[in-house]
């Protein structure tokens, strides 16, 4: 049994915690929940009491929660979307320090399939010249960032390995080396994340469909529990033991 702190408490905070109480009740226990009405209450000596903290706040709250754990010595695994232009400083000095750090923006463990199909299908790609690309991600209107987190991780993957694209846009590019990504807001939904190859001839469609929140909470706390007990900076593809030498 692990003792998770909980450091954020809107629809993800809730549904992890929902999630912990009805699936994993005998394996993880919620000891700490902190939102913004009781941020002033935690204390290093407070989060010490559990074995591992879950992450899910704000772009501005993100950084200073993250770094509040690592002073902490405690693990923390964050999902929050929006600060990553830090993260790399961040991954560094997890690994540099002997802190323990996971970080995925969306932790579905359908999503993260869907990822590394996108790795694989982007080399494939990559020799077919005559194919463009375009990802497409619809969210709930509620989303403060566009494009999502999600979106831009698929989006990295793809121009990491596809040589005739070397940046991208959310909107319509007149440059062929531009990779388009197109954010629509819609009611009641949890997120939808499609990447199209296509030409004259045909098109090759990948796509993953979120049904709830269920998958995120889930994914976040089988990271929870697999961060206990190690150090350094980690991703989901280490959870899930996916070859990152091959891709």
């Known amino acids: 049994m692990i003792n998770i702190a909980l450091i ?22 919620i000891n700490l929940i902190v939102d913004q009405h009781n941020r002033a209450e935690l204390t290093h000596e407070q989060l010490q009491q559990s ?17 509040f754990c690592f002073d902490a010595n405690v693990p923390v695994v964050c999902g929050s979307t929006g600060w990553t232009k830090r993260l790399r400083e961040f991954q560094v000095y997890a690994a540099e320090n002997d802190k323990s750090f996971l ?8 999503v993260n399939i869907f990822f590394e199909i996108n790795r694989q299908l982007a080399l494939i790609m990559d020799e077919h010249t005559s194919y ?13 960032d566009a494009p999502s987190g999600t979106a831009l991780f698929a989006a990295f ?18 440059n062929a080396a531009t990779l388009e990504i197109f954010s629509k807001r819609e009611d ?50 280490d959870v899930l033991g996916f070859n990152k030498n091959n891709i």
């Not at 979120?210 to 900076?233: C, H, M, Y």
Request: net charge negative; aromatic share 8%.
């Open 8 to 29: 954020g408490y809107g629809k993800m905070g809730k549904t992890i915690h929902e999630i912990a109480k009805n699936s994993f009740s005998d394996r993880v226990n």
């Open 51 to 67: 074995d591992v903290a879950i992450e899910f706040t704000s772009p501005e709250s993100a950084i200073e929660n993250i770094q």
């Open 103 to 110: 970080y995925a923006p969306n932790f579905s463990i359908g």
């Open 132 to 144: 463009d690309v375009t990802l497409e991600e619809i969210h709930h209107t509620e989303k403060k």
């Open 157 to 174: 993957d793809i121009l990491h390995r596809l040589r005739r694209k070397d940046g991208w846009k959310n909107r319509a590019s007149s």
């Open 188 to 237: 009641s939904v949890p997120g939808t994340h499609i990447v199209k190859y296509f030409n004259e001839i045909d098109e090759i469609e990948i796509k993953h469909t979120a049904k709830n929140r269920d998958g995120f909470a889930t994914g976040a706390l089988i990271a929870a529990e697999w961060l206990v007990d190690k150090q350094g900076a980690y991703t989901m593809e």
